[in-house]
Each structure stands twice: as C-alpha cells, then as structure tokens.
C-alpha cells in the first residue's frame, strides 16, 4: 500500500479565497516535505478514489451551507468511511460547524440565520454562534483576536515552558456546546475561549475539539488558528482591526506552536522548524549546440518589451526578464522600474494585494470600474510584475504567478558551477552527447537545449502555460529544476519536488499530419518508457532495477528483498497540449523521485539495495532525453508498432490483471492491453468463474483512473 501523501483542503463551494489560502500556506510550512498540501473541489471528494492517498482532509473557512450543497449524500458518507477507516479531519471555523451534528448561526437574525442538522456528526452536539458579535459577511467588522487557553493536558507532546495561552484571528466562528459532557464519546477540549461568550456555551467555552472516531481523528475549531498574521492587512483608517494583528502577532510563536500539536493529534510528521518556501532562483539557458542560444534568444527577441535599457518577455502567465550572462545581474533596471512605479501601484504590491476585490475585505477597490476595463499595457504589467517582486517576502504567502522570472543565458560558455552549484552543466552535456551517440540519435535535438533553475514554480507551468514562449522553442527544448514550489499533475494531484528530485518537461511540436498514424496520445507511454530504458541503460547493471510502468503513464519500482515485493511509485507523468494549426505543442513534465527521502521512497535508496552506485540527476536526465527521443523517432516513422508495443507490454504491470470497471457498472474484466489505434486500453469482460464472456471494452486513459493495488478503474472527473 502506498503511503498516505497528500493532505487535501477543500476548496469548492462555500470557501472563501483567503481562508483556502492560509490552510495552504500554514500547513505547507509545517508539512512540507513530508506531505502534498493540495487544494481539491467537491467533484474530487464525491467522484474520485482520494482516501488512499489522503494523510488528512481540511476543510477552511467560508459558509458551511454551500459545503452541504456540494457533500450532502454521497460526498458526505465517503468523508466518513474514509475518517471511521483511519482517515483525518481538520475542520476551521464553518469547517468546524459542518463537522458537528447541529449548526446554530444566529438563530434570531434573520439576515445571518443558519439552523440546521449536519450529516458528518463528528462532534456529537451543536456548533453555535456567534461566539462574539459583529460578523459581517466579506468584511473584517466582526474580527477580533481571540484570547485561547491551550488544554495541555490533551496533548502528550506538550512542552511545558508552552505558554498557557495566545491570541487566534477569529471572524464568526462557533463554540462547541457541552463538549466536556461527550467526554464518554471520546471527545477532548483542546482549546478555550476565556472571555465571555455572545452565545450559552453550556459547560464550558470549548474553542477547539478533538474526537477520535472510528479508527480515525477529528479536530474542530471555532477560530481561525491557522491564520498566520502576516498574511493579514492592515487597511488605512482602520485602527482597531490593525490592534487585532498586532495582538495575534504579539503570540504568534505559541499559535504555531499551537498549530504543531494539533497536527502531531493526527500523528503526522510535522516540521520542527516552519519551512520557509525558498526564494525563486534564476532560469539559466545554456545549449550543447554552438548557435543554440544565440538562435534562440534572436527568435525570443521579437517578443522582447524594453524598459529601462531591460529586455522583458511579456506572456499570458509569466513575464521574464532576459540577459545574457557577464558574471553580474544588475539591479539598474529592477530599481529604475521600482522608483517609477505608480503611487496607486506600488502600495498594493507592498501589502501582497492586486487592483481587484479581495474576496473578504468587503473593500472596494480603489480604481474605477473604467479603469479596471482598460488593458494594460506591457510596460504597465511589467512595472507592477517588478514592484511586486521587490516586496515579496518569504514570510508572507506568495503569488508566484506575479514574480518576475529571470532568464540568464550564456552563448559561448556554460554556467559555471558556482551559477548552479547542484547541477553541473558540463557533466550533463558530456553524458548527453554519450547516450545520444548510444542510441544512434543523429543530429539529436532533446536535451540540446536546457534551462536549468535551482528553484522554480513549476518546469511545466513554465512552459506550457507561456504560449508566446513556447511556439518559439525547439522540439526536444527541455527545462528542468532542482526544487519545484508549485508542482503540477494530473487531476487533483501535485508533485512534491524536494531538493533531490529529477524534475524536468520537454517540449515536442508533433505534426498535425503525422497523428493518423502517430496519435499524440501514444506520447504518454513513449514518455514512461523512455524513463524506464533511461534507467535500465544508465550504465552497466542497471538493467536489473525492476521499474514498472503502470496505466497510463506512472511508473512503480519494487523494494529489493522485501518478501511481499510491495511497489511504490517513484514517477508521474503531465503531458499538456495544445493546438496552433499545423502541429500540436506537447509539453511533458516529468517528475522523478530520484534521491530524495521524502515525501515518498527514492530511486536511489531501492538501487543502493542491488549494490549499484548511486545516479547522478545529470546522468539520469541526459540518459532519459536520448532515449526518449530514440522512441519518438521511430513513433513518428511507425507509429505504435508491434515493436513498441511489445516493449511497453514488457515493461507493464497489468499483463492479464483482472479489474473491476466502475465506469461499466462494476463489471469484472481482464486487461488484455492497448489498442493500436488510439491507445485504449483493452480488457475483456468476464462472467461466471472468471470465464471470458467474449465481449471487448476500450477505455481512455484521459477520462479513467487505474487503482492498480485495488484492481480498479474508475472515472476521472
């Protein structure tokens, strides 16, 4: 069984922006590496298997009745199967009120009134409020900082030198009625409200409870202690709720602390330290090829907006600030462009907030609806994009998006190891050169041209989400990363890239007139077996490895001399697409668990097993693009023949796995393989005994999801 990785925040109906965006930000501090903090929708929680993968399910702030539109019924009785069979809850202020039996909001008010059972009924009683007066829909009216009495007694991991109290952000959450009575039911008060209450609280003023239910755990909150205060504003001409920031900030350390316990409740591997997200690094280009860069950057040139004598590249998701390598990065055009920037600009770049609506405030914006209208121009995007960059602090949640990424490039040298002291360039050339010469790869092309970061968002965001930029690079262009921030994957996943990861995404413009006898859907599973041949053919030994690929486009490997020979997975694989007329732009990120720890097993800890010395992300990465690129070409000239089939049915997991398609009724089936038209995959439905019934199902690999250890297939949504 895979290990538990991803911790799932809800963020559809009924949540608000900002308190979807504090659960991520506080909870990747304190479980990063270790977990995948994602946000999901409630299409994922009612259609898609996540509980085997679920370390912990949040759900934030926002108004619980939009979560029971969304749950009720069947989204609802898969949050408690999954919590009775092991899972974990952790509901915030309306995730608290939805997580009890009964929801009472301002029963007398009839503008604010919400009454009502709830289906989860973790905690056995009611969830009232308001615990202090004042709420007021989008708006700070109602926040105060809530003085909470810590119950150290509830937790066995409590240091004593802990303060016994601190001040939490609160803003219309509830107090959970008569908790000390249910102590019999296994519920613990884990926090206090110490002053008085707007509501009867009955015995005692429980803030924060915990139940173990099931085999599973519970928390639930009446405030917001995931609120860091600095990702709080203060606004002009509002002195008493900038006193209630100062106020949380003034206990901070014992609110994280706070935070710390209550998930060490759920028995997770939580971060002594927070983990600050590292700054993003520089994008360096460098080329095998002699005119590679220069060509590149010469068609790159056409799009270049020019302020202040600084070459920029302004695209639909990124603007990148492009110069060429000279052994400095002058800050002349980041501090001319930051004095030049608008007064009504620069003090929301400094505050982390953009010209529109914040979803809580209630504030109106300061520009005019005309104003808002009217396209800005590039320089404009890129003056805000600079000032933005300026005053980004690690301390405070991140746009990422609005982050100026710079691209340094080098034409007649590579970047020198004190540039990118974790990769070493010309190592990476020199083995890329040796297996493309292996793989008989003439005039090769993946690999040839690499952008390289020590730390990035995403390789693939990077590309694919920039058009501009892509349309300009060459097939085989490839970018990779030491350290991904914002790691992407197929569905609701992400892929946590740690240091130590091999992450990278390769460009290909595959003709539209080759996809009759080459569909772009085979690509996926040229993709995973390139990175299966990439690792058997590293150097002599390594074919032993016993990698697998799994359906579609994952691949698993097996723990050496483990009896039950459990897999893990140490591979996903993104393919994104997209169409310009005569070819489609493909762009295929992979991520590779390759000697990283955490969050799951890496490649090197299993071969280190065999006796094989331990791979090098240079190495690896340069063995993957040539076999990669070996298999395209002869997808492009044969299209996926008997003898790429038959390699990939070597290498698979599912020979003859008998399955259960939820997507036809449950109907028991065995794979029988891929068809060669469009890269269904095949199985054969059985009946009585497991004897074939004669009849053929084809399923998409884009609207299915394969549970391989369930022998599963479902529908994705």
């Given amino acids: 069984m895979a290990a538990k990785m991803n911790v799932m925040v809800y963020s559809g109906t009924g949540t608000t922006t900002e308190s979807v965006r504090h659960c991520l930000f506080t909870l990747r501090r304190l479980l990063s590496p270790s977990y995948a903090v994602i946000p999901v929708t409630g299409d994922v929680l009612v259609k898609e298997p996540w509980m ?47 997580g009890s039996s009964k929801c009472e909001f301002e029963p007398d008010n009839p503008e604010l009134a919400v009454v009502g059972t709830r289906e989860l009924e973790f905690f056995p009683g009611v969830c009232r409020g308001l615990a202090f007066p004042g709420f007021v829909y989008h708006s700070e009216a109602g926040a105060r900082a809530a003085d909470l009495k810590i119950h150290k007694d509830a937790f066995s991991d409590a240091k004593e030198e802990l303060p016994n109290s601190f001040k939490s952000y609160y803003n219309g959450g509830g107090v959970f009625v008569d908790a000390k009575t249910f102590a019999s039911r296994g519920v613990e008060v884990l926090a206090s409200y110490t002053e008085d209450l707007h509501v009867d609280s009955g015995e005692g003023k429980a803030a924060v409870v915990y139940r173990k239910l099931g085999q599973g755990h519970v928390i639930l909150t009446g405030p917001h202690p995931e609120f860091a205060p600095a990702n709080l504003t203060k606004p002009t001409g509002d002195p008493k709720y900038s006193q209630t920031i ?29 983990q600050a997200v590292p700054p993003l690094s520089r994008l360096h280009l460098s080329s095998h ?40 990065w002058s800050v002349r055009g980041l501090t001319r462009a930051v004095s030049d920037v608008a007064l009504d600009v620069l003090p929301k770049a400094l505050t982390g907030q953009d010209d529109k609506k914040t979803p809580d405030s209630g504030q109106k914006s300061e520009q005019s609806s005309d104003d808002q209208k009217k396209p800005k121009t590039k320089e404009e995007q890129i003056r805000e994009r600079v000032a933005y960059t300026s005053s980004a602090s690690p301390d405070r949640d991140i746009d990422y998006d609005k982050i100026i990424k710079r691209v340094v490039y080098y034409v007649n040298e590579l970047p020198s190891k004190q540039a990118t002291p974790f990769f070493d360039h010309e190592s990476y050339y020199a083995n890329l050169a040796h297996h493309h010469q292996k793989a008989q790869n003439h005039g090769p092309t ?4 690499l952008l390289y970061s020590e730390v990035t968002t995403s390789t693939n965001t990077i590309l694919e989400k920039n058009p501009s930029l892509l349309r300009n690079l060459p097939t085989g262009f490839t970018a990779t990363a030491r350290t991904q921030v914002a790691g992407r994957g ?40 390139a990175v299966v041949q990439g690792i058997k053919t590293y150097a002599p030994g390594y074919e032993n490895v016993s990698v697998k690929l799994k359906w579609p486009n994952d691949i698993y490997a097996q723990i050496p001399g483990s009896p039950t020979n459990p897999l893990v997975k140490i591979v996903g694989i993104l393919v994104n697409s997209s169409y310009s007329g005569s070819d ?7 991520g590779l668990n390759l000697d990283n ?14 006796g094989l010395k331990a791979m090098t992300n240079e190495k690896l990465l340069a063995s993957i693009l040539a076999s990669f690129e070996s298999l395209y070409r002869t997808f492009c000239r044969s299209g996926w023949s008997r003898q790429l089939e038959e390699l990939y049915y070597e290498n698979w997991l599912h020979s003859e796995q008998v399955v259960q398609l939820d997507t036809h009724g449950g109907m028991k089936a065995r794979v029988k393989g891929i068809t060669r038209d469009w890269g269904l ?28 250890f369930k022998g599963l297939v479902s529908r994705k949504v």
């Fill in 52 to 98: 085997a993968s679920c370390a912990l399910l949040v759900f934030p702030g926002g108004a619980d009745l939009g979560y029971c539109r969304t749950l009720n019924g069947e989204g609802n009785r898969r949050i408690s199967r999954y919590v009775n069979n092991g899972g974990s809850y952790l509901g915030f202020c309306a995730g608290g009120y939805y």
């Fill in 246 to 274: 100062d106020a949380i900030a003034a206990t901070d350390s014992t609110r994280v602390a706070f935070m710390r316990l209550l998930l060490s409740k759920f028995a997770l591997s939580v971060n002594e330290e927070q």
């Fill in 289 to 328: 090829k002699p005119t590679g860069v220069a060509d590149l950057v010469a068609t790159w040139s056409e799009s270049f907006t020019i302020v202040d004598d600084e070459d920029y590249i302004v695209d639909v998701n990124d603007v990148f600030h492009v110069k060429k390598n000279d052994g400095t």
């Fill in 446 to 449: 993946f690999g040839t041209n």
């Fill in 490 to 529: 197929r569905g609701s996943n992400v892929w946590i890239a740690p240091p130590g990861a091999l992450m990278f995404s390769t460009v290909i413009h595959h003709p539209f007139s080759l996809t009759q006898n080459a569909p772009v859907i085979f690509v996926q599973y040229i993709a995973a077996l």
């Fill in 584 to 590: 489609y732009s493909l762009t295929v990120g992979i």
């Fill in 597 to 610: 720890p955490l969050p799951t097993i890496s490649l090197n800890s299993l071969i280190s097993a065999l």
């Fill in 681 to 708: 995959l095949l199985a054969e439905e059985l009946g009585d005994g497991e004897r074939p019934t004669g009849r053929m199902v084809s399923l998409q690999s884009d609207s299915n999801r394969f549970d391989f």
